[in-house]
């Protein structure tokens, strides 16, 4: 391991050394994003970028893909110093980054995506008419498809309609088209289910295969053992050690991440076990009868009482994600009932939903969950800022006072409450999204992925937000795709598969030992891909 340092270490030079950052600098107003950091990545090489939200990871991404430009400090490609003006000269010097928000044209097929800018023409004066070759495009990339067990039946389709996994390969395949060296992914299994991530570690070890290294960023620190052949560890915009595969384990990663010992996932849920009060006798918040739209779902009821936390749970596709968008008023209903407190409610907007007392928390942060460019404090307070009006007119000093409490309840991390929005880390962008949905005030709050992109620290976080506004009387429903996540923090888990509710479980807090967990995740996945009952 290399040891933590003053200043960053050396890079011993090699021939297989196809990029590095040496001693590199990245400063924004008020702060240092990146300070005195260099590492090394070989051809045919897995390494893992892994720290806290806020510790640079972000920073590190964008000066490769020439998004930012760094203060001090440079960037070495295939041993050669290089100023990376930008994405398209990235790609140019054969660098791709695969970000965690999707890039695709949802409305666009795969051959299309991963030909978007660069498409090949035919027939008489190519130039002039702009007659696209289809056949030849697919031609040039099918081998690459079929060799990443795309089914190549899809490649007609639009992206919309592909899976999580599905889009994560057309991606790939986009950057191997354009002969890229290096593939740097950004939390490429965030959303995913445990088949399709399985699938994407099967497909990450055969871009190994074909020598292209992968800069791998990722939150979810069990994955790094017999995957990733170098971590590299940033705490505090710092890089401060680099284990090998031989010395990765989740606990000695956290410990270099937030100084600390926290084992894995399954101790910060363990921590939070036996926070919910039993439930079983709580007046009912939230009740919905007969839902359906669509393809989507069908004929879904479920009931959430006062204290508790209810789970749901499934595959990707199930169903989950557009009945909460449902509940909400995102998207019409086909026929069902809604009820808040035992009164039937009608909802066809997100607006009517808060005015009824149901708050949401998206799972689609940058696109949904907040407003880039306004300020910390708008942020948190825009969903109830009639409460800061006096004679009609917005009085900052209580919105700018709100925003403040929750700050510092919150543990938010920020400058100032002026600060921009996309300025802060992901984890700390998530607990103001959770933060708007508290000050509204709701009877129950739905949280869709609550943490997805964000460091092992911040979830603990969220967990303890998520327990303390239930602990104070309020209601949650949690959707995640982390089957240990849901089933130890809910009161009971809705499994779903093919937009149906097929069959009710406990949480780990009814488990009476390990035998019981294990059966608990067995039986869950069972009902997930159709294989048994409750």
């Known amino acids: 391991m290399t040891a933590a340092a003053e200043t960053a270490p050396e890079i011993a030079r090699s021939a297989a050394e196809v990029l ?120 040039e990339v099918l081998s690459l498809f079929e060799d990443f067990e795309f089914d190549i039946r899809q490649l007609g389709r639009a992206v919309r309609d592909l899976s999580g996994l599905e889009k994560q390969i057309v991606e790939i395949v986009k950057a191997l088209a354009f002969r890229s060296e290096v593939i740097i992914m950004d939390e490429p299994t965030a959303g995913l289910t445990e088949h399709e991530r399985i699938a994407l570690f099967r497909h990450m070890r055969r871009l190994q295969e074909r020598d292209t290294a992968v800069l791998w960023v990722t939150h979810r620190l069990e994955e790094l053992e017999g995957m990733a052949d170098r971590v590299h560890v940033l705490r505090d915009a710092r890089l401060v050690g680099t284990l090998t595969k031989e010395e990765v384990t989740p606990a000695r990663v956290v410990r270099m991440m937030i100084g600390r010992d926290v084992d894995s996932i399954e101790s910060l849920v363990a921590e939070q076990k036996g926070t919910a009060a039993e439930t079983a006798d709580h007046d009912e918040v939230l009740r919905v009868e007969g839902l359906s739209r669509g393809r989507d779902f069908t004929d879904v009821s479920l009931m959430v009482r006062r204290g508790e936390i209810l789970g749901i749970g499934g595959l990707a596709g199930a169903g989950r994600t557009a009945l909460a968008r449902a509940i909400i008023g995102a998207d019409r209903l086909d026929s069902g009932e809604i009820h808040i407190q035992n009164k039937r409610v009608g909802i066809r907007n997100t607006a009517r939903a808060l005015t009824a007392g149901i708050a949401y928390v998206p799972k689609e942060r940058k696109t949904q969950g907040i407003l880039p460019e306004f300020s910390v404090t708008r942020n948190i307070t825009m969903s109830a800022l009639e409460r800061f009006r006096r004679a009609g007119l917005l009085n900052s000093r209580m919105e700018a006072d709100e925003a403040d409490r929750y700050i510092a309840d919150l543990q938010i991390r920020a400058r100032s409450n002026r600060q921009p929005m996309d300025s802060l880390s992901g984890g700390n962008q998530q607990k103001a999204i959770i933060a708007r949905a508290l000050s509204a005030g709701p009877a129950v709050i739905i949280f869709d992925e609550p943490t997805q992109g964000v460091d092992i620290g911040a979830k603990m976080e969220i967990f303890k937000l998520i327990n303390d506004y239930v602990a104070g009387g309020g209601s949650a429903v949690i959707i995640s795709s982390e089957m240990v996540e849901l089933l130890g923090l809910s009161s009971r888990v809705l499994v779903m598969r093919k937009g149906q509710i097929v069959g009710e479980l406990p949480g780990y807090q009814k488990a009476g030992g390990e035998a019981d967990v294990h059966s608990l995740e067995e039986r869950f996945m069972a009902l997930a891909v159709g294989a048994g009952t409750a």
């Open 20 to 139: 590095a950052i040496d001693h590199l600098v990245k400063r924004f107003p008020g702060t240092v994003a990146v300070d005195d950091v260099s590492f090394a990545i070989e051809r045919g090489a897995i390494h893992a970028l892994v720290g806290e939200n806020g510790a640079g990871k972000s920073t590190i991404i964008k000066v490769l893909s020439g998004v930012y430009q760094p203060d001090g400090g440079q960037v070495l490609v295939r041993g050669e110093p290089k100023r990376i003006r930008s994405p398209h000269h990235a790609q140019e010097l054969g660098v791709t980054t695969i970000h965690q928000e999707q890039t695709l044209i949802d409305s666009l097929t795969a051959i299309e995506n991963v030909f978007l800018g660069r498409e090949h023409l035919k027939g008489p004066l190519p130039r002039v008419l702009n007659i696209v070759d289809t056949g030849r495009m697919r031609q």
